[in-house]
Structure formats: C-alpha cells, structure tokens
C-alpha cells in the first residue's frame, strides 16, 4: 500500500490513538522506569527499528504517541511507509532524543508496532491470496479487548474490508436471533422498521432459509460453516439477488478455493485473533558512540 492509498484509510481519532497509549504506558511505566533512571538525565541517543522478519508495517501513529507522551523532543524518520511490506534487517524507523525516555518508551512502541504489523501482514495475505476475483475479505469483531480501533486500522492497511464494527451499526441476525424473534421472516421486518438503512445480515444453515431471507428483505446472507459441496449450488440459486458471505473457519490454505465459488464476501476471525507478533528490535547509539545492543525483550 502506498501513500495515496493509506490516505483512503481512515485513522482511528486521536482521542481514541492517546487513550491507547494512555493504557499501555500506565502498566508498563507506572510510577516510573528504574532501570532507565541509571542513565545520565542529560544524555541523548539515536536509535532505529528493525525488522527481524518480513512483515507489512502498521502502527506509526501509536509508536509516534508514545514517544511524544515521554518526551516532546524525541524525533521519529520512518523509512517504510505505514501499509508497506519490509525485508528482514530493513529499517523500519530511525529515532532520536533523551536516552531515558527512548528507553522507556522502548517496550511500549515495539509492543504496538509488532501486534499491528502482525495483524495487518496477515490481512495482506488472505487479500493477496483472493486477487483477481471479485471476492472481498473482510475481517471481524474477533479483536483484542481495548484496541479494535487499532487492529481494524491494522486489517485496513493490510487490503481487507472492515467488517461492522461492532453491535450498534449493523444488523447480524442469527440463529439464536431468528430463534428468539419468533423467524427469520418477523427478526429481518423488525429490524427494516427499528433502524431503516443499517445493514441487514443473515445467517442460515438451508438452501430454504436462503429463499426466506431474500424474500425478506436481506441485504447480506451469511454461509457460517456451510459445507464447500454446497457452495456451488447456493450461489446459483442466489443469482445474484443478494450477497452472500461465507464465514467460519476460514484459512489461508481454503480461501482461494472459496473465492472462486462466486461468494460476494469471506470474512475471517483468523486475522485478528491467531496473533503473530512480528519480530522487531531497537537498537541505540549514545551520544558518546557506544553502541547499545539488541534492547527489545
């Protein structure tokens, strides 16, 4: 993704980015850093990121917060771009300012910089494994607690669809749903009158439910756990009447092969919650040329 393109992704507001940063550094700081208190208070370093391992980047906005949060005068240079792929040993980012504060500062950045450098290299490999088909991955609400502005940020920069993001602005109505609305038919008329223009997604498990949910109304039917034979045959008798979303279990190994079914959607919890912590490391240089070594736990 280059930087025309991330500017077509949305950033999570500031607010929300500072009550991240707030959380993270409360527990890791707390009432200050011990062992960063040996170094002379005047002394001033270099540093830079690197990555152990290839990875698309993403989190410069929570790293470039936490620094700031630590000291004002600490310096960012990012040499990949946030939604770009990165080789092992390439510099992700160069840094400069108060050795204390880079020290401090160090965990927290690296932990928010490794998450969604994660989530967003798994995103790009399910889009890149569904390209050239009309199939969109999208993601779900399968995040950590706390931070899926962040990983939604994250599945973005990687090439994947937000998914609704959580229970107020879209309609998910499933079996328990159908159950408890008395049908399918009544839940789908209900939710039409309730918030009119909110999306309105189904879950079945029949070829006859598919018939009742576009008879209804249905902006989206979803296909959880449906059996790949049936696919085929479903997407026929939608005939593009509605859109039709698979979803459950789904895998990097499998999703080419549902993509070329003909279904409008894939979404996949995987990306967000089979966490790969990319491998990135600091290194520091003081002021009087010492080289620090590897710092990163």
């Not at 499998?254 to 894939?266: F, H, M, P, S, Y």
Request: aromatic share 4%; proline share 4%; net charge negative.
């Amino acid at each position: 993704m280059n930087d025309t393109e991330l500017k077509s992704v949305p950033q999570p507001s500031r607010a929300v980015i500072e009550a991240d940063v707030d959380r993270a550094l409360e527990e890791d700081v707390g009432k200050g850093d011990l062992t960063a208190d040996l170094v002379p208070e005047s002394r001033m370093a270099q540093g830079s990121i690197i990555a152990r391992e290839a990875a698309v980047i993403c989190g410069r906005p929570w790293v470039e917060e936490v620094f700031r949060r630590l000291d004002k005068s600490i310096g960012t240079r990012w040499e990949v771009a946030e939604g770009e792929w990165i080789e092992p040993g390439g510099v992700v980012c160069r840094l400069h300012g108060p050795t204390r504060a880079l020290l401090t500062g160090e965990r927290t950045a690296l932990n928010f910089l490794q998450f969604l450098s994660g989530t967003a290299t798994t995103a790009r490999l399910f889009a890149d494994a569904v390209a050239g088909t009309p199939t969109q991955i999208l993601d779900t609400r399968k995040t950590i607690p706390g931070l899926r502005y962040a990983q939604k940020y994250a599945t973005r920069c990687g090439g994947v669809v937000n998914h609704r993001f959580g229970l107020f602005d879209a309609y998910l109505i499933k079996e328990n749903h159908i159950i408890a609305c008395g049908g399918l038919t009544p839940a789908v008329e209900l939710a039409r009158i309730r918030a009119a223009g909110a999306p309105v997604t189904v879950e079945i498990e029949n070829l006859e439910q598919l018939e009742a949910a576009i008879a209804a109304g249905a902006d989206v039917v979803m296909l959880d756990n449906f059996d790949f034979a049936d696919l085929p045959a479903t997407v026929e008798q939608a005939a593009g009447r509605v859109q039709l979303e698979v979803s459950g279990g789904v895998d990097l190994e499998q999703v080419r092969r549902l993509a070329n079914t003909g279904v409008d959607r894939i979404s996949v919890g995987a990306i967000t919650k089979h966490l790969h912590a990319v491998d990135l490391s600091m290194r520091l240089t003081t002021e009087r040329g010492n080289a620090g070594g590897r710092l990163s736990e």
